[in-house]
């Protein structure tokens, strides 16, 4: 049973940072390609950020581009979504998702619909 368990969200204030964890137990994580989204209330999901099993180039979106980073550990079978310059836009639960279909990210990235687990989500508030 793959599961997978967000964690660092919080309350910023604009310009503020974070960094969040996407831990797995039941799998290893550098076999699964993984994506983060985001969904603010009221609003579609977003795909912010992806990076493939075998080809690292990170995802990003455009709302996102230059301010959040994503990497691997695979020591510690995690992966991190450092977030930069919160904005009050970046305000809404944060996923992350793993799929093994697509071994990397398009420039697209990957919709949603492809991945096959998902984490319960971690909040995020910006605000001041």
């Known amino acids: 049973q793959v599961r997978l368990v967000e964690s660092g969200g919080g309350s910023v204030q604009p310009g503020g940072s974070l960094r969040l964890s996407c831990a797995a137990s039941?799998?290893?994580?550098?076999?699964?390609?993984i994506g983060w989204f985001r969904q603010a209330p009221g609003k579609e999901p977003e795909g912010v950020s992806c990076?493939?099993?075998?080809?690292?180039?990170?995802y990003y979106s455009d709302s996102v581009k230059g301010r959040f980073t994503i990497s691997r550990d695979n020591a510690q079978n995690a992966v991190y979504l450092q977030v930069n310059n919160l904005k009050p836009e970046d305000t809404g639960v944060y996923y992350c998702?793993?799929?093994?279909?697509?071994?990397?990210?398009?420039?697209?990235?990957?919709?949603?619909?492809?991945?096959?687990?998902w984490g319960q989500g971690t909040q995020v508030t910006v605000s001041s």
């Open positions: 039941g799998a290893t994580l550098e076999h699964f390609t």
């Open positions: 998702a793993a799929e093994t279909y697509y071994s990397r990210c398009s420039e697209d990235g990957i919709p949603a619909t492809f991945y096959d687990y």
């Open positions: 990076i493939g099993s075998s080809d690292h180039s990170p």
